[in-house]
C-alpha cells in the first residue's frame, strides 16, 4: 500500500465546506460511549490521535474497541503523544500491537532529543470510515469517566461530532502526521469537491507543524470581526498579548466579551494562577470573567457572533508555540444557539468577577499570581529565543 500523494500540502490551509451534521457530546459519559459504538461500527479504517492515553478503565474500554476492530479486518490507527501517553502501560501497548493496532508515537522522548522536548502533539480526533469524526479536548484517561469517577468530580470536556465533507480534511491531517513518524503508510481516497456552492458551514484549522498559529489567527479574526459576542471558554488561561488585546478592544467597542475558566478545580494550580494576573485589566476593560465552580473546566470552545470553534486548543502559549493544534470551526446558525445554549448553562454554575471584588483579593493571591506569571514569562522568553536557532524535529 502506497501512501496517497495527493495528500493536501502542510502549509495550505483546508477550504471551507458542508453541508455537516453537527453535535454536541458535553462529559465523557456522553462522548465515550459515542466513540465507543462509532468504532465497534467501523468496517473500513480508523484513526485515532490522542495527547493523553492512560491505562485504567476507560482506556481498557478503548482499547478492547480498538482491538476488536483491528481483529474483524478494520486497518486502526493510533497515533499518541509520547509525552502524554507514558501513563499507558508496556501490556497495554503490546495488546494493542498484537491485535493488529497500528501504533506511533509522536515525538519520542529521549536525552539526544531532549532540545525539541517540549513539541508535543495536543490534538484529540476520531475519525472513522471517513464518515464521522469526533473532535475536541478529552484525553482517554479515567479523569473524563464519569463511571471511573464515583465523587463527581469527572472533568467538563466537550466533544463535537461531525459528518460531512470535513471529515476527509481531518483524515488528511492526521495521514499527514502519521506519515511523519512511522513507516507504515496510509492510503486514502480522493479528497472531495471543494465546497458543495452555498453549504459551506464548516471548516478544519490546522497543519501537521508544531504551534497553533493557524487556530489563534482564525480566532482572533473572528473576534475582529465580531458585533454581539465573544464567549471563550478555556482550561489554561494564559493568553497571549494579542489575544488579550483583541479581548479589551472588542468589550470596549460594544460586544459582549466573556470568558468562561476553570476555577479552583484544576490540575495545574501554578498554571490558573499565572493566568489570573491578566484579570484586572481585563476586567476594567469591560471583558466578564467567570470561573467554573462544580469541577475542572477543560473544554475549548470559541463563539463569536453565530462563528463557533471548538478542538484542542487553549489559545495561550504552549498553542502558539510548542503544541499541534487542531480546530473544527462551524458558521451554522443552528449549532451557534445550541453552544449558545451550554456557554449558558456553565456561566449558571460559574462565579464571576467584578472588578470590585478583583481588587479587593488578598495577599496570598496576588502573591502566587506574582510568582507563577514570573515562571511563565520566563518560560515565554526562554522559548521565543531558543526557536529562533532551532531547527524543526525530523522523523525519527
Known sequence: MRPNLALLPER??????????????????????AMLDAIAGARERVFLEMYLFVSGSAAERFIAALAGAARRGVEVYLLIDDFGSRGLSREDRERLVAAGVHLALY??????????????????????D???????????????????????????????????????????????CWRQWSMQPIALPAP?????????????????????????RSVLTAIRKARRRVWIATAYFVPTVRLRRALRRAARRGVDVRLLLAGPHNDHPSVWHAGRRFYGRLLRSGVRIFEYQPRFLHAKMVLCDDWASIGSSNLDHWTLRWNLEANQTVTDPAFAGKLDALFTADFEHSEEWSDAAWRNRGLWLRLMERVAGALDDYLVQWSYRRALRQPPPQRS
Not at 466533544?159 to 481531518?170: H, Q
Open 12 to 33: 495550505k490551509a483546508f477550504p471551507q465546506r458542508g453541508p455537516h451534521a453537527y453535535a454536541l457530546h458535553i462529559d465523557g459519559g456522553e462522548f465515550m460511549p
Open 107 to 128: 515525538n519520542p522522548l529521549g536525552l539526544g532529543r531532549w532540545r525539541v522536548s517540549l513539541l508535543r502533539n495536543h490534538r484529540k480526533l476520531l475519525a472513522v
Open 130 to 176: 471517513g464518515a464521522i469524526a469526533f473532535v475536541g479536548g478529552m484525553g482517554i484517561t479515567d479523569d473524563f469517566d464519569p463511571e471511573s469517577r464515583r465523587d463527581g468530580r469527572h472533568w467538563h470536556e466537550v466533544m463535537l461530532d461531525l459528518r460531512g465533507p470535513c471529515v476527509a480534511d481531518w483524515e488528511i491531517l492526521f495521514a499527514q
Open 192 to 216: 472531495p469537491p471543494k465546497v458543495v456552492p452555498g453549504a459551506a458551514d464548516g471548516q478544519v484549522v490546522g497543519h501537521i507543524r508544531a504551534g497553533g498559529r493557524p487556530v489563534m
